[in-house]
């Protein structure tokens, strides 16, 4: 998920409680076997798309289009498209961030009477956890993909280093990797949702739920802990600018076009980054641009170690998928979902490096360094919290503002104390 702004959050907010007071209460209607799917980015490639297509024709007579949203703006576009019933969309790719305010604000379909014939139990539980309200299920999973350390073994075999088996070796190495000109462990000081991995490391949690009320606590002396080590690494590892949130570090581990050198020994990146890492070439198909190709002699994998050892936990990115509460064609958009959650097509996305809904169908994964590094750190991967208003909290770009200012230097516990107070503004919708 990318970053979104203070303004598309409060319009999050405005738009989701009016359509919470009325999209729940429309009568769900069938027909209309022509129907529309929002999926953001593209990350689903045209081969996954092409089934749904075919598959929804084959099952309905009617027509499936397929439209992509940008990241950048997809959370303003459903804030406003969702609650219309004659413009929104049918079916809804939706990250798993923004689906407790959504979900929350009663812009889905109720999903339970069909739940157990989409997978039920067998469908990622953190995932399921956060598109549900009172034991009713809305948003389910689409995909998930679990982050992970790449690595330039060239580099850390001649630094005389190997893999790390707790955080504070990893720490360690990533410090002693630096150059004037090469990122021991790049990350941008921005950077939360792969540096909040090192606030679950020590215990810390971004924000708890108290009776029917969630409270900020980056002021907690767990989280304080874990942004402490991770400020003492930015200084001690990174050359990325401290204003740079989401990025492409696989640029950074991949030789410079120009130097033929990397500019970062270590990432992390979630799993389907590796499509991106490798030896690189002119793309065959557009001598324009170029391609990677993976080489073993070269790069490696492994997951982020925990402060004992064993694995940290990680933020797992991915989406949901829902149907709108607003659609027309709920019995068509229901169709579509049996489909998303067939056998075939969990099978087709654990074949395509995306984390299938269905766990049953997580060996079509595959058994390689790529596959096993996934679901390892999934096993211990963790999401942000399921709050009404967590979507108004990412949108606010408050934690952005935070983890630079941390990374920058700042005092962490006076920061933690301030930034406390600002999301508590936000966090219950």
């Not at 409060?10 to 069938?30: I, K, M, Q, R, Y």
């Not at 099978?347 to 395509?352: P, V």
Request: aromatic letters at 10%; glycine letters at 10%.
């Amino acid at each position: 998920m990318k970053k979104r702004t203070a303004a598309v959050a409060a319009a999050t907010v405005a738009a989701l409680l009016l359509a919470g007071c009325s999209s729940n209460d429309a009568p769900a209607e069938a027909g209309g076997d022509d129907i529309t799917l929002w999926l953001n980015g593209g990350d689903t490639p045209d081969a996954l798309r092409d089934f749904l297509k075919t598959e929804y024709a084959d099952a309905t007579g009617g027509t499936l289009t397929i439209e992509e949203q940008s990241w950048t703006d997809a959370l303003a576009k459903l804030t406003t498209a969702l609650p219309d019933a004659e413009n929104t969309p049918d079916v809804v790719e939706i990250g798993n961030t923004w689906a407790p305010t959504f979900t929350n604000a009663g812009a889905f379909t109720d999903l339970s009477d069909m739940y157990d014939d989409l997978g039920g139990d067998k469908l990622l539980p953190s995932f399921v956890e956060v598109g549900s309200v009172d034991g009713a299920e809305y948003a389910l999973p689409y995909y998930f993909g679990s982050r992970y350390v790449f690595y330039r073994k060239d580099v850390w075999e001649q630094a005389g280093l190997a893999v790390p088996t707790t955080l504070a070796e990893f720490n360690e190495a990533a410090a002693a990797l630096r150059t004037a000109d090469q990122s021991g462990f790049y990350i941008g000081g921005e950077d939360w949702r792969n540096g909040v991995s090192w606030i679950f490391a020590n215990g810390g949690e971004l924000a708890v739920k108290d009776g029917d009320e969630w409270s900020s606590t980056l002021s907690d002396p767990k989280t304080v802990e874990g942004l402490t080590q991770l400020q003492t690494l930015f200084a001690d590892a990174s050359l990325a600018p401290v204003t740079e949130a989401d990025s492409t570090p696989w640029v950074n581990i991949n030789n410079n076009e120009s130097t033929g050198k990397p500019e970062a020994a270590t990432i992390i990146a979630p799993g389907w980054a590796h499509w991106s890492i490798g030896d690189l070439a002119p793309d065959p198909a557009d001598s324009t641009k170029t391609v990677a190709t993976w080489n073993d002699a070269t790069f490696g994998t492994f997951v982020l170690p925990g402060v004992d050892g064993g694995v940290a936990p990680v933020f797992a990115g991915g989406s949901n998928i829902a149907i709108s509460a607003a659609s027309k064609n709920q019995d068509a958009a229901k169709e579509l979902m049996t489909i998303i959650f067939s056998d075939e097509y969990q099978q087709l996305l654990g074949e395509n490096g995306l984390g299938p809904a269905n766990l049953d169908f997580a060996s079509s994964l595959g058994d390689d360094q790529f596959a096993t590094a996934l679901i390892e750190s999934a096993a211990e991967s963790k999401l942000t919290p399921a709050a009404p208003g967590w979507a108004a909290v990412e949108g606010s770009g408050l934690l952005e503002e935070f983890f630079g200012k941390v990374n920058g230097g700042g005092d962490v516990e006076a920061l933690a104390e301030e930034y406390d107070g600002k999301i508590d503004e936000l966090i219950n919708g």
